[in-house]
């Protein structure tokens, strides 16, 4: 298995721009999970999906942050306009209900903000 | 409101030195507990999920513990390679993936 893949790995950015995170999540999974991870508030979740609906977006930060699932095998995070404040380590994640509820994570997209 | 706490911050161990990171926790009808391992510039990597007070699970050198208050991960002769950050992490009492993660452990074997 190919696992969990994010695009970019790293990402720089000026203040005031765009940002567009991008995930793959494990064929076959239907929850999807965006995570946010800060020396100061660890890893916190921003908004999950089940089968590409939006279950709980109250992690969300603010209405900068936006986050779609088109379809089963990709999500986007997108951040509009980024602030300094924004700059952390975004991971994705995802799981299989049936096998439980351990969720699979990517390698991380770390954002620096300028 | 959930809370997961872990302790120590951080722990060192000359290799060989067995020792137990703890997570307590706080939340209204616990569905599970689970324990994740973090490598520097990754991201975190399931290790066990427990379910009920009693419960244990292995692997390798780590083995889990559950009770009703809080989750053991004991490491016994630990070796370099399991330098890492260990993280525990409880879902939210009505929201089915909500997990609530602790600050997590540091953990460093010396060789």
């Known amino acids: 298995d190919a696992g969990v893949i994010q695009s970019p790995r790293h990402e720089v950015t000026e203040m005031g721009q765009e940002v567009t995170l991008r995930c793959k999540p494990i064929?076959?999974?239907?929850?999807l999970f965006w995570y946010r991870q800060t020396m100061m508030r660890g890893l916190e979740l921003l908004i999950y999906?089940?089968?590409?609906?939006?279950?709980?977006d109250s992690g969300m930060p603010e209405d900068r942050f936006s986050a779609k699932m088109p379809n089963a095998s990709f999500s986007t995070l997108k951040i509009q306009p980024s602030e300094p404040r924004d700059s952390a380590v975004y991971f994705c994640?995802?799981?299989?209900?049936?096998?439980?509820?351990?969720?699979?994570f990517g390698p991380g997209t770390r954002l620096t903000v300028t | 409101e959930d809370q997961v706490t872990q302790s120590p911050e951080a722990l060192r161990l000359q290799e060989g030195e067995s020792s137990s990171l703890n997570c307590s926790y706080t939340v209204s009808g616990l569905r599970g507990l689970f324990w994740y391992r973090q490598d520097p510039g990754k991201g975190p990597e399931f290790l066990f999920t427990l379910y009920s007070a009693g419960e244990e699970k292995e692997k390798e050198r780590l083995k889990a513990t559950l009770t009703k208050k809080e989750s053991f991960l004991h490491i016994t002769a630990p070796k370099p390679e399991d330098s890492a950050t260990y993280l525990c992490?409880?879902?939210?009492?009505?929201?089915?993936?909500?997990?609530?993660f602790g600050q997590g452990t540091i953990l460093t074997v010396h060789p």
């Open positions: 992490a409880v879902p939210g009492g009505t929201s089915y993936g909500k997990l609530t």
């Open positions: 064929s076959g999974h239907d929850y």
């Open positions: 994640a995802s799981s299989f209900r049936d096998r439980g509820i351990e969720q699979y």
């Open positions: 999906f089940n089968n590409n609906v939006p279950i709980d």
